[in-house]
């Protein structure tokens, strides 16, 4: 399939990368310039990329972000032809989703949002889920391209339900990171072993995915990101208006918003959110590490 890919950062570079692997007509275009794709095409402007693509897949910052490529100067919008379907692997306001869906239908443009999980590892290796939110039939035409980047596709309803459900994940996320990042520092004070703790959580109900995944890491102290705090910080952001716009209370993300405000004004933004830790390390005078560190 011939598809315009449209950012490339963190997760879609190595997106874009695996569509040309598996043999699709990959465009790319990065709004910083210098980033390319081995086997893709490089375009000037999303507006270049766009042009005679069946398929437009985005993967940039944030809500604003998707409005500047789509509707912007050199967006988009400006080469949008029938029967093309955009794909925004984003993760951004379900509302805002729903605008750019209606405002790209008039020119008889399909929308699917298909935020992932399954960080920079996932992207490497092909391995991401997608959250997905719009009509059965177009994700039907998109199967083949999500096998060549992920392994799991999960409909959630109509366009839209893709973000909520992918907010709704990174909740869970903040918290369950928080939690095991509050109990080792804990343990830490009180004298208890990272190394010799985490065998216990792992053998116990509190184990979970995320602790799996990050548990290396804050034992080598290696931070590096493989999910920026600053992008953590903005989908709680979006979790907590989406809230506020269905008039539902969040009060335990409302606490971790703040951790990760302060995380971000030590200068951590652009490490890995696990890096939330060490502001708990700080204010306990304490540091969780392993042997390995």
């Not at 990959?26 to 693509?53: F, L, M, Y």
């Not at 998707?66 to 951004?92: K, M, R």
């Not at 009060?251 to 696990?274: F, K, Q, R």
Request: aromatic share 6%.
């Amino acid at each position: 399939m011939r598809i315009a890919f449209l950012g490339l950062g963190i997760m879609g570079r190595p997106m874009a990368s695996n569509l040309a692997k598996a043999g699709h007509e990959v465009t790319v275009w990065n709004r910083s310039a210098g980033k390319d794709v081995e086997g893709a095409k490089t375009a000037t402007s999303p507006a270049d990329a766009a042009r005679g693509a069946e398929i437009i897949w985005l993967c940039v910052a944030d809500t604003k972000a998707v409005e500047n490529v789509l509707f912007g100067p050199q967006g988009v919008h400006e080469s949008l032809a029938d029967g093309q379907i955009i794909v925004d692997s984003s993760t951004i306001s379900p509302t805002a989703t729903r605008r750019f869906a209606e405002r790209v239908s008039a020119k008889g443009v399909q929308y699917v949002d298909a935020p992932v999980t399954g960080s920079k590892a996932g992207a490497e290796n092909g391995t991401l889920i997608f959250i997905v939110g719009g009509e059965e039939s177009i994700i039907d035409k998109l199967k083949p391209l999500f096998a060549a980047t992920g392994k799991k596709i999960f409909r959630m309803g109509e366009t839209g339900k893709g973000e909520a459900a992918k907010l709704a994940m990174n909740l869970q996320i903040a918290l369950i990171y928080e939690g095991f990042a509050e109990a080792l520092t804990l343990a830490a004070k009180l004298g208890v072993n990272a190394e010799t703790m985490l065998p216990l959580i792992e053998a116990s109900m509190v184990r979970s995915g995320v602790v799996d995944y990050k548990a290396p890491f804050v034992l080598k102290r290696d931070f590096s990101a493989n999910f920026p705090l600053r992008l953590m910080r903005k989908d709680i952001r979006l979790a907590l208006e989406a809230a506020k716009e269905a008039r539902v209370k969040l009060p335990a993300l409302e606490t971790v918003e703040e951790i990760y405000e302060m995380a971000t004004e030590d200068g951590h933004e652009n490490l890995d959110y696990a890096a939330t830790i060490t502001l708990l390390e700080k204010w306990a005078g304490i540091e969780v590490k392993g042997t390995a560190a």
